[in-house]
């Protein structure tokens, strides 16, 4: 069976966030794999903490620090500062994510998420592709 499901996120503010529920809220009640799969090249997904908001904050800083906005560097900056840098975070941390669920839920660790990671610093409206591949 192949389940397949295209959904709209909410506005989203730059930053990490978590978008667990909108994603589980799609899910058939099967066993197999899921894929999500973000439709933009400044914006990423990724699975990590979900109990404490500080380590979505500290993801922020992280990759803000890692790639600086005033790079004189960067050549495309068309969209402005945060063009290029968001392309190469959402490069970073990539487009997908994957995970196993059992009767529509997800088999995870206890303290696993997925987050989207908003790079842009204005919000933007994103488009998730949903996978599932079970019984």
């Known amino acids: 069976m192949v389940f397949q499901k295209s959904i709209q996120l909410p506005l989203f503010s730059r930053g990490f966030h978590l978008i667990t529920d909108h994603v589980l809220s799609e899910?058939?009640?099967v066993s197999g794999i899921v894929q999500?799969?973000?439709?933009?090249?400044?914006?990423?997904?990724?699975i990590n903490e979900n109990a404490d908001p500080t380590v979505r904050m500290d993801f922020e800083t992280f990759f803000n620090n890692l790639v600086l906005e005033d790079n004189p560097s960067?050549?495309?900056?068309?969209?402005?500062?945060?063009?290029?840098?968001s392309h190469i975070k959402?490069?970073?941390?990539?487009?997908?994510?994957?995970?196993?669920i059992k009767n529509g839920a997800p088999n995870w660790g206890i303290w696993q998420g997925v987050?989207?990671?908003?790079?842009?610093?204005?919000?933007?409206?994103?488009?998730l592709f949903i996978t599932v591949i079970g019984e």
């Open 27 to 29: 899910l058939p009640k």
């Open 36 to 46: 999500v799969f973000i439709q933009h090249t400044s914006a990423s997904l990724t």
């Open 74 to 85: 960067f050549l495309h900056t068309y969209e402005g500062p945060d063009d290029m840098t």
């Open 90 to 100: 959402s490069s970073l941390l990539g487009s997908s994510v994957s995970f196993p």
């Open 115 to 127: 987050y989207l990671c908003e790079h842009r610093n204005t919000p933007r409206r994103r488009n």
